[in-house]
């Protein structure tokens, strides 16, 4: 499965931002996703999880209450709604994808086998 995310950009602290992750070459119902970012000079981290059917999602500390993310088997598409931003959230945000269901797992990276290319987030405080 090819993934393209979209939907990063410029914006102040406070606003919101919708991100879009499309996937191609595959049934995004079989897999499960997430979101994970990288700022510059940082190592890659978890943001968000979402299991194959959307009943289970899972959030790191720093986005929980106001990071959403949900899914549209239908369509293929992923999507993380950004709100309250701040300058920290500032990074390359990822989409991937996994083929394990295993909930405990949904943070770890190395659980992911396909990744989109990234879209800048830049957050001005």
């Known amino acids: 499965v090819q993934l393209q995310a979209s939907g990063g950009g410029l914006v102040q602290a406070g606003d919101s931002l919708r991100l879009s992750c499309a996937a191609s070459?595959?049934?995004?119902?079989?897999?499960?996703m997430a979101w994970f970012r990288q700022a510059l000079g940082k190592e890659r981290e978890f943001v968000a999880a979402i299991s194959w059917g959307g009943r289970f999602t899972d959030f790191a500390d720093s986005v929980k209450g106001r990071f959403t993310i949900s899914r549209n088997n239908a369509k293929d598409t992923m999507l993380l709604q950004m709100n309250n931003l701040k300058s920290e959230d500032t990074a390359v945000y990822y989409c991937?994808?996994?083929?394990?269901?295993?909930?405990?797992?949904?943070?770890?990276?190395?659980?992911?086998?396909?990744w989109g290319q990234g879209t800048q987030v830049t957050v001005s405080s």
């Open positions: 991937a994808a996994r083929t394990s269901s295993t909930i405990s797992t949904m943070r770890r990276l190395t659980e992911y086998r396909y």
């Open positions: 070459g595959g049934t995004l119902s079989n897999y499960g």
